[in-house]
T-cell receptor
């Protein structure tokens, strides 16, 4: 069974801090994704990666960056956290094979004070 | 551009009633379509995909290319079906998924 593990379920940080959210998958998937989930807005893609050291911007990349140094790990970085980045963050992984789904982690609920 | 629309934010039905969660998409090619479900305090998980043409937990979804829809249906809703449901599209040969804004299903006793 695919396991996508996010390092924290809950995180509280202060405005201006640099925040790291970590995600690890154990299925050797090529693709990894970071979304934020907000009520009424659904899932919005922040960044994704289709290979080590490769990244592509999603729909809302502003204020975020990512790092993928190893295939199994995909990190989301908030360079200078702001209150409007308070949200639920979901990591997902998947293969490039047709009709294969993405697999999600439990999510990190991030609060920026 | 690819887009997935779920017109209902909230759908409330009584236990035993039929339920239909709507999903419309815009994509010019052959789409890969999925329904995901998120129960309270659980992770988002795959419910079903159009290629499988199977019934999962009593739910089915049929791809209607003419109407560009992939509605999720269940003939008799159960209280344990209460959850958030997301429709997702993956364009052919793309790595990216497009998600709808979600529909919260509330099944009342």
């Amino acid at each position: 069974d695919v396991k996508v593990t996010q390092s924290s379920r809950y995180l509280v940080k202060r405005t201006g801090e640099k925040v790291f959210l970590e995600c690890v998958q154990d299925m050797d998937h090529e693709n990894m994704f970071w979304y934020r989930q907000d009520p009424g807005l659904g899932l919005r893609l922040i960044y994704f990666s289709y290979d080590v050291k490769m990244k592509e911007k999603g729909d809302i990349p502003e204020g975020y960056s990512v790092s993928r140094e190893k295939k199994e790990r995909f990190s989301l970085i908030l360079e200078s956290a702001s209150t409007n980045q308070t949200s639920m963050y979901l990591c997902a992984s998947g293969t490039g094979t047709s009709n294969q789904p993405q697999h999600f982690g439990d999510g990190t609920r991030l609060s920026i004070l | 551009a690819q887009r997935v629309t779920q017109p209902e934010k909230l759908l409330s039905v009584f236990k035993g009633a039929p339920v239909e969660l709507k999903c419309n998409y815009s994509y010019s090619g052959s789409p890969e379509l999925f329904w995901y479900v998120q129960y309270s305090r659980q992770r988002l998980q795959l419910l079903l995909r159009h290629i499988s043409r199977e019934s999962i937990k009593g739910f089915t979804a049929d791809l209607n290319k003419g109407e560009t829809s992939f509605h999720l249906k269940k003939p008799f809703a159960q209280e344990e079906d209460s959850a958030m449901y997301y429709c997702a599209l993956r364009p052919l040969n793309f790595n990216k998924f497009y998600f709808g804004s979600g529909t919260k299903l509330n099944v009342k006793p």
